[in-house]
């Protein structure tokens, strides 16, 4: 995935550029046809310009008066220039190229003392296409500094709830546990995420809002419904057995992305074949997750009695091995919403 970001960054990059060039060029035609005599006197700065240059780098001592005489010819244009653009109300600059980014002339990069370094706007740039890339649109934003807990319940209810602790101290304890995922995000020793419970109970805010925070620290997410994924992954398989070249960003994407959500587990169509498919996916992030960070979030209605159910045994005990468990409980947030409740 990231290679095709970098890919993606640096036409946008060009892009800027472009527009930046295009746009100096249409301002010259402008003033040209306004006020002829600029276009005059952009030439002779060329033509100065050349001369002023090639007897630099002839380097004769006796030409020192020389240079010196272009160089001022140069600056006097210069501000006969300024003051023509003045005169008919236009600023100064306005024959300068508009950058979108000043500081790096829209390349991305800065020079500082012999160094390169990524411009300010380079990760900015990179955190929009993350999340261009990641399929969250802006409704679905989790974002932790909005959590509340305060829709989740603070009575112990067990029979309710289906949970020992009151549902606002589950939350806080998934939450917290939630926060360890991303510090270790990482490692390999850091186990997946496996998100259960009923509707409404905030397992898809909760994902959310980790993939917000990852995209912010510059992490690949890519985000999906399950009947979604299980689409994407078939209709590639049906059109790679006909074009051999075939290739699928999207596809690719489920495998590479650094953080895949699989939201709502259990609501595509069953098949048999699937189940396969969806083992040999989880193995792949498994795997790569090894080497580089590779990590998934589920969630899903599904307990782990209905994986064993709905799945077979091996995605079943391939999902308790791999993830941490985590079980939501409450009331439906979306029901207390509407209620007014809050
Ligand atoms: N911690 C939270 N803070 C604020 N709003 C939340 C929180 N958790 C859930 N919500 C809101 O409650 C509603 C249901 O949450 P959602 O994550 O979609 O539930 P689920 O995925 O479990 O069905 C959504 O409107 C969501 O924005
Ligand atoms: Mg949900
Ligand atoms: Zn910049």
Same mark, same amino acid.
């Given at each position: 995935m990231s290679r095709d970001f970098y890919y993606l960054i640096k036409l946008e990059y060009e892009k800027r550029q472009?527009?930046?060039?295009?746009?100096?060029?249409? #301002?010259?035609?402008?003033?040209?046809?306004?006020?002829?005599?600029l276009e005059e006197?952009? *030439?002779e700065i060329n033509l100065s310009g050349i001369k002023y240059s090639r007897l630099i780098l002839q380097g004769n001592s006796q030409d020192v008066d020389a240079v010196k005489k272009v160089q001022e010819i140069i600056d006097g244009l210069k501000e006969e220039k300024n003051s023509l653009l003045l005169s008919h109300g236009y600023p100064e600059d306005y024959l300068e190229p508009v950058y979108k980014c000043p500081?790096?002339?829209?390349?991305?990069?800065?020079?500082?003392?012999?160094?390169?370094?990524?411009?300010?706007c380079y990760k900015q740039l990179l955190i929009e296409f993350l999340y261009k890339e990641s399929g969250l649109?802006?409704?679905? #934003?989790?974002?932790?500094?909005?959590f509340d807990e305060s829709f989740f319940s603070d009575e112990? *209810?067990?029979?309710?709830y289906g949970i020992n602790i009151s549902p606002r101290e589950n939350i806080l304890l998934i939450k917290e546990k939630c926060m360890e995922f991303i510090e270790n995000f990482h490692k390999p020793e850091q186990k997946n995420l496996f998100f259960s419970g009923p509707a409404g109970v905030g397992k898809t805010y909760m994902a959310n809002c980790i993939a917000e925070e990852l995209i912010n620290r510059g992490i690949t997410v890519l985000y999906m419904t399950s009947p979604k994924l299980f689409s994407t992954i078939n209709e590639y398989k049906a059109r790679a057995l006909k074009e051999e070249e075939y290739d699928d960003l999207s596809y690719r994407n489920i495998f590479e992305s650094e953080l895949l959500i699989i939201d709502d587990l259990g609501t595509e169509p069953m098949s048999a074949a699937r189940y396969a498919e969806f083992?040999?996916?989880?193995?792949?992030?498994?795997s790569r997750d090894m080497s580089s960070p590779c990590k998934t979030i589920i969630s899903t209605n599904f307990g782990i009695k209905e994986l064993y159910e709905y799945y077979d045994e091996r995605v079943a005990s391939r999902i308790i091995g791999a993830f941490e468990i985590y079980r939501f409980a409450g009331d439906d947030i979306r029901r207390l919403k509407k209620l007014g409740a809050k």
């Open positions: 472009k527009d930046a060039a295009d746009r100096l060029e249409s #301002r010259k035609k402008e003033l040209y046809s306004k006020i002829p005599r006197i952009d *030439n500081q790096c002339r829209d390349t991305g990069y800065i020079e500082s003392e012999n160094r390169i370094e990524k411009c300010h649109g802006p409704v679905e #934003r989790g974002n932790f500094s909005q112990v *209810n067990v029979e309710k083992l040999s996916l989880l193995n792949a992030r498994l």
